[in-house]
C-alpha cells in the first residue's frame, strides 16, 4: 500500500465533468492501491449547505459568494483536507479555490483575483490542478436538470472559461479537453496524476 499523499482540484465551468472524473479517479487510483478520500465544493458542512442555496439565488451580492466561499473553505480545509492529507491520502476536490478565484471575478468588476486570493489566504493550494475545458453550450446541454443555478448561463460561461483558460497558462495548471470521449479524458487525467506521484 503507497502510502503518499497527494492534493488534486479539478476545475472547470458548469457541464466540464469535474464531478464524472472525480469519481473515476477516484476508483483508478484505489485499484492501484491508494488511499484515496474524494470531497467537493461546496462541502457538506452547515456553511457549504449556505452556499448551496444561495446559488440559486441571483439576488446574493457577488463579494457575499465570495466570503461565503472563502468560509466554506477554510472549514473545509483544516477539518478534513488537511487531516486526510497527513492521513497519507491522496484527497481529490472535485472544485476548489480556483473556482472561486474564477467565478467570482467574473460576477463583478469590483471583484479582483487578488481580493479573492487575499480571502482564501489560510487555505493551501492543491499540488495538481486541472482545468476541464468544454464550450459553454456543449456543458449546458450534457446538464440532466433544466433548472439552472444562477452561473449556468452562456454568456457568463464564456467569460468564466475565458478566465480559467488565461489561469491556468498564467500558473502552468493542466488543461484537458472534456469534450471527447470520457474515458480518453480520464485516461488523460491519470497519465498527470501518475507522473506527479513519481515525483
Known amino acids: 500500500m503507497n502510502h503518499k499523499s497527494l492534493f488534486i482540484a479539478l476545475e472547470g465551468i458548469d457541464g466540464s465533468g469535474t464531478s464524472t472524473h472525480s469519481h473515476l479517479l477516484k476508483g483508478f487510483l484505489e485499484s492501484k492501491g491508494f488511499k484515496v478520500h474524494l470531497t467537493m465544493e461546496p462541502s457538506e458542512s452547515e456553511i457549504g449547505k449556505l452556499v448551496r442555496k444561495?446559488?440559486?439565488d441571483k439576488n446574493i451580492p457577488p463579494a457575499t459568494d465570495a466570503l461565503l466561499f472563502a468560509t466554506d473553505r477554510n472549514l473545509h480545509y483544516h477539518n478534513d483536507i488537511k487531516k486526510k492529507l497527513e492521513e497519507g491520502y491522496?484527497?481529490?476536490?472535485?472544485r476548489?479555490?480556483?473556482?472561486?478565484?474564477v467565478y467570482q471575478s467574473a460576477q463583478s468588476d469590483k471583484i479582483s483575483v487578488e481580493w479573492v486570493i487575499e480571502i482564501n489566504k489560510f487555505v493551501d493550494f492543491p499540488d495538481v490542478t486541472i482545468v476541464l475545458d468544454i464550450?459553454?453550450?456543449?456543458?449546458?446541454?450534457?446538464k440532466e436538470v433544466k433548472e439552472f443555478e444562477k452561473f449556468e448561463d452562456n454568456s457568463f460561461l464564456?467569460?468564466?472559461r475565458d478566465i480559467y483558460i488565461k489561469r491556468a497558462?498564467?500558473?502552468g495548471y493542466f488543461?484537458?479537453?472534456?469534450?471527447d470521449i470520457i474515458e480518453i479524458v480520464q485516461e488523460k487525467i491519470q497519465k498527470i496524476v501518475l507522473n506527479k506521484l513519481k515525483t
Open 135 to 142: 464550450d459553454p453550450k456543449m456543458a449546458l446541454a450534457r
Open 158 to 160: 464564456d467569460k468564466v
Open 90 to 94: 491522496i484527497v481529490i476536490s472535485d
Open 54 to 56: 444561495y446559488l440559486k
Open 96 to 101: 476548489y479555490i480556483e473556482s472561486s478565484i
Open 175 to 179: 488543461i484537458i479537453n472534456s469534450d
Open 169 to 171: 497558462k498564467k500558473e
